[in-house]
């Protein structure tokens, strides 16, 4: 396996150790600077593995197609991609159940995003019947649910594992939709 084996898209502050990081934002653990839906310098069928934690939901209703369809592109026969999204039906049950203490406040980074630099508003929702027929659509072979817990990068606490209450992982709920497809 190459270089581009397993593949981290969006990947910010978090490094996996034997991964190829890409983000828009320069890190030192960041081996591509630049944007997730454009890997050109990556050939055909070239990865295995390619994780995008909470990126899709950055791009528009009229626009997160073209980072899936690159993504399959990049991946080999058989290779897996792992999204992780925020999950709208997770977040709609939490807020009409009344049962959040800041009401609309816990769910707002979930559907708008943090907001914290240029890259981080939201521009699409998504749940799993969105993303299984774009997915199967774009000519992903299946579509699953992945469990944080399970996979090499479990130990990485990040946005795939987001409850709420926040951080509460035994009580609270989880409000990411993780998603993998098969090519």
């Not at 190829?20 to 997730?36: I, K, N, Q, S, W």
């Not at 997770?90 to 800041?102: H, Q, V």
Request: charged share 25%; net charge negative; proline share 3%.
């Amino acid at each position: 396996m190459g270089q581009f084996d397993k593949i981290h898209l969006g990947c910010g502050v978090k490094h996996l150790e034997g991964w190829f990081h890409v983000d828009a934002l320069e890190y030192p653990h960041v081996d591509h600077v630049g944007r997730v839906e454009d890997l050109g310098f990556i050939s055909d069928n070239a990865a295995q593995l390619i994780y995008a934690c909470h990126v899709l939901e950055h791009f528009g209703r009229k626009t997160y197609r073209e980072p899936l369809e690159e993504w399959f592109r990049v991946l080999a026969p058989g290779g897996i991609l792992r999204l992780a999204v925020p999950d709208f039906r997770a977040a709609a049950e939490l807020y009409l159940s009344g049962r959040m203490p800041r009401g609309l406040e816990d769910v707002r980074g979930l559907v708008i995003g943090g907001q914290r630099d240029q890259y981080d508003f939201h521009g699409m929702i998504f749940d799993y019947e969105t993303l299984d027929t774009t997915l199967t659509d774009i000519g992903f072979s299946e579509v699953r649910l992945w469990d944080w817990r399970t996979t090499e990068h479990a130990h990485m606490d990040d946005y795939s594992q987001a409850y709420l209450p926040h951080m509460d992982k035994e009580n609270g709920r989880l409000v990411s939709l993780n998603i993998e497809a098969v090519k």
